[in-house]
């Protein structure tokens, strides 16, 4: 019994070891057909508007062309995990695959249509000093040093470029309600929090609508 153990176990641990890494290598990655994708993003811009510009019904429904992927996969699972609360959107997102959310954000960050607009143009100039400068006597920091100088975003950080001005009102000053609901499970929202929470509303409106003209 001993001889067996000591000499097969390593001859097993070989071939198991051996095993599992031609299967790491030959499983395929999960993919989704070219046609599942295309009707999905339709779907989505049903909603999101024809080139997922935005669109205003009952309530702003974001800009998602441009947008980081990185940031539109935290924001998906964040919505399927509930830890951001919007019944619309748990709906939509926890039926998708991880492949489908994969290349719907692959699909959304290569779209550029004009920003819709539509906010109030004399709240630009304030809007801007706030972006750039962010308010030192509150301390604010400049919204630039996250979300970049000219609003593009980067991994996490979300584009803002473009992005409807009513949607970030409503957003910034909903922020703790909606986002990093579940304290066992902090995530990217809890950078942002104590920003969205020291600004004012009519700073938020000011900054809002130099955003939403931002190509
Ligand atoms: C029935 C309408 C509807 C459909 C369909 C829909 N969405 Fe949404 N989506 C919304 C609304 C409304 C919001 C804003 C939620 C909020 O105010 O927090 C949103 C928000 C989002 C956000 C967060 C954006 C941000 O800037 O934080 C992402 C990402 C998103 N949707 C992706 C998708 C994808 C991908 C699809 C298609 C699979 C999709 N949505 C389909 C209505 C919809
Ligand atoms: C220290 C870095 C940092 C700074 C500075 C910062 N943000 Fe953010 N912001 C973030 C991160 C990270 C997120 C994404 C949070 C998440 O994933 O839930 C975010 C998200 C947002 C969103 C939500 C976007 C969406 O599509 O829902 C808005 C709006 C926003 N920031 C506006 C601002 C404004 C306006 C300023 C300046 C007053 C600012 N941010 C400064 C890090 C920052």
Not at 10 to 29: K, T, Y
Not at 104 to 123: I, Q, R, S, V, W
Not at 124 to 133: L, M
Request: glycine share 6%; net charge positive.
């Amino acid at each position: 019994m001993n001889r067996l153990t000591s000499t097969f176990k390593p001859g097993a641990m070989f071939i198991m070891v051996f095993a599992a890494s031609v299967c790491v290598a030959e499983v395929p990655v999960a993919t989704v057909s070219k046609q599942a994708l295309v009707a999905k993003r339709t779907y989505c811009m049903t909603c999101h508007g024809v080139a997922a510009q935005g669109f205003r019904g009952v309530f702003p429904i974001p800009r998602l062309a441009g947008q980081k992927p990185h940031y539109i996969k935290n924001q998906l699972s964040a919505f399927i995990d509930k830890r951001r609360t919007n019944a619309v959107m748990f709906r939509v997102a926890h039926v998708l695959s991880p492949a489908m959310i994969d290349g719907l954000a692959a699909y959304f960050a290569t779209l550029n249509p004009k920003p819709l607009g539509g906010a109030p143009k004399d709240l630009v100039a304030a809007g801007k000093a706030i972006f750039e400068n962010g308010i030192p006597s509150q301390n604010v920091p400049p919204c630039a040093s996250c979300h970049g100088p000219q609003a593009k975003g980067a991994d996490q950080f979300p584009r803002l470029a473009g992005q409807l001005n009513d949607y970030i009102i409503n957003k910034l000053m909903n922020w703790e309600k909606e986002r990093g609901q579940n304290p066992k499970e902090p995530d990217a929202s809890a950078i942002m929090a104590p920003i969205a929470h020291m600004l004012k509303p009519e700073q938020i409106t000011d900054v809002a609508a130099y955003l939403s003209y931002l190509e």
